[in-house]
């Protein structure tokens, strides 16, 4: 696995050091952001799911908020590695931080390929947005992002999929995951 430059490029450095927010719960940004304490706190991050492993070498390669939860993914970013092995802890750790009404960001080295990647799964799955419109969206917030080839044949599978287990009514068309909770039900008087 390559290792980002211990001092990024001025002209990159936006590409590092930045967030984009994808919905009320879910932000993409670089591993710079994710390092700067400050921008932590006035985002509101209660998690931070990291997609590539713990180094001490470089600044956010083994940093940790107090108070934020933290899900890390040792996952590479080329196009054999096995991301879908992942979908499912990275999906369950999204969905817990927004049922908990907390903000997650998601991030990698520079925020443009294995978290774009979990990203446009979040949007699929926990949104219920085709592919192409899963797309869309993430690209008018964060242009620059772009999927390695083989993550984006792992996201056209699960957008095969789930099109099937919505066709089928098995899944439903748009997921009530951002639904606002309601009071409990009344019990109901004899």
């Not at 772009?146 to 287990?165: D, I, Q, T």
Request: glycine share 8%.
């Amino acid at each position: 696995m390559s290792r980002p430059p211990a001092s990024v490029q001025p002209h990159l450095r936006f590409v590092y050091n930045t967030t984009a927010r994808i919905d009320d719960h879910v932000h993409i940004g670089g591993y710079l952001a994710a390092a700067d304490p400050e921008l932590v706190r006035r985002q509101g991050f209660t998690h931070i799911l990291k997609l590539f492993p713990d180094d001490a070498g470089y600044p956010g390669g083994y940093h940790r908020h107090p108070g934020v939860e933290y899900l890390v993914i040792a996952a590479e970013d080329a196009p054999e590695y096995p991301l879908d092995r992942h979908f499912a802890g990275c999906l369950a750790f999204i969905q817990g931080a927004i049922r908990s009404r907390g903000v997650v960001l998601v991030h990698c080295h520079a925020g443009v390929s294995r978290s774009a990647s979990i990203v446009l799964l979040h949007l699929m799955i926990n949104s219920g947005l085709p592919l192409t419109e899963a797309w869309s969206h993430l690209q008018a917030v964060r242009p620059f992002v772009r999927p390695n080839p083989g993550f984006w044949k792992l996201l056209e599978a699960v957008h095969k999929r789930a099109s099937l287990f919505r066709r089928e009514g098995l899944a439903p068309a748009r997921p009530s995951l951002f639904q606002q909770p309601g009071p409990p039900p009344s019990p109901a008087l004899p």
